[in-house]
């Protein structure tokens, strides 16, 4: 099963943005508008941040945003925080009800 | 609140099967989606499949098609998934997630993770 694609590592100052890319295809992130990415915190279990791309589940912050352009997606944080430290995964509906998810980012927060 | 509570750790040798469990609570169980994904030690999330919970169908990943069998209880809200000829590569962190209905609708609620250590 071949992953989406993410930088390995991330940085950022506190305070300032810092944005996360998932490449795929046109059979996963192109072609859907099911993008979601969850923040993982060491031996911790994922959490959903936004999902259909850039929509955010109540309770979180507002700092961060997604998007897509073509097979890419992005997860946008604003105003960098130091509980902001984790790795992120992208996932992408790949149709007939499966999954896809990246290999991570690490986001460190200088 | 959502819950979904895992089993505990289990170590297996190389062979053998394992058979976790993931009880949820706070909500209707046949209602959602329960799908498994795993994380092997610093690795990514792979998916691995998922359950229909109100009819017991279930589809798994290419990867782990006919070494795992996904199943349930419904009169224990429980979801439990088996994987067979287990392997040292198969030590990993295996979740259960709930997903909201609907094709392309995320997993908002995660279990605590299960950890299955394979070794002879």
């Known amino acids: 099963q071949s992953a989406l694609t993410q930088p390995p590592s991330a940085s950022g100052s506190p305070g300032q943005s810092v944005t996360i890319s998932c490449t795929g295809t046109s059979s996963d992130v192109g072609g859907y508008n099911y993008v979601s990415w969850y923040q993982q915190h060491p031996g911790k279990a994922p959490k959903l941040m936004i999902y259909e791309v850039s929509k955010r589940p109540s309770g979180v912050p507002d700092r961060f945003s997604g998007s897509k352009s073509g097979n890419t997606a992005s997860l946008t944080v604003s105003g960098l925080q130091a509980e902001d430290e984790a790795d992120y995964y992208c996932s992408s509906y790949v149709g007939r009800d499966n999954w896809m998810f990246g290999g991570g980012t690490q986001l460190t927060v200088l | ?120």
């Open chain 2, 1 to 120: 609140q959502v819950q979904l509570v895992q089993s505990g750790a289990e170590v297996k040798k190389p062979g053998a099967s394992v058979k976790l469990s993931c009880k949820a609570s706070g909500y209707t169980f046949t209602s959602y989606p329960m799908h498994w994904v795993r994380q092997a030690p610093g690795q990514r999330l792979e998916w691995m499949g998922w359950l229909n919970t109100g009819n017991g169908n279930t589809q798994c990943s290419q990867t782990f098609q006919g070494r795992v069998k996904i199943t349930r209880d419904t009169s224990a809200s429980t979801a439990y998934m088996e994987m067979s000829s287990l392997i040292s590569e198969d030590t990993a962190v295996y979740y259960c997630a709930r997903k909201l209905t609907g094709s392309g609708n995320p997993f908002d609620y995660w279990g605590q993770g299960t950890l299955v250590t394979v070794s002879s």
